[in-house]
């Protein structure tokens, strides 16, 4: 169904601002979600070492400062990234508006 009424598009829309974001993500684009969502949860992981945190702290804009463990997650948020826009991409149509309001 590509058009809905008002109020059902009401309906969704409490629905959908119940859950977490990362449920609503999951919910919304289903298994093309797996990857960023995986992503995210090993960045959480991480984030809950105080070592990792403290590292983050002493990161400076020179590279030559950043260490490995800086660098890994760097590029995993670049990946997360990638991730969450393949299953956006794969759940709505490049022409839906979604694509519109998510950028701007």
Known sequence: MAQRIYEEKIEIAETLMD?????RISYICEA???RA????????EKMQSAAFRSMLLNITADRKGHTPEFK???NNGHHFTWHLL????????PTHPIHKCLVI
């Not at 393949?86 to 149509?93: D, I, K, P, W």
């Open 19 to 23: 859950m977490t974001p990362t449920d």
């Open 32 to 34: 093309w979600s797996d």
């Open 37 to 44: 969502l995986t992503d995210y949860s090993l960045f959480l």
């Open 72 to 74: 890994r997650m760097k």
């Open 86 to 93: 393949s299953a956006l991409s794969a759940t709505y149509h």
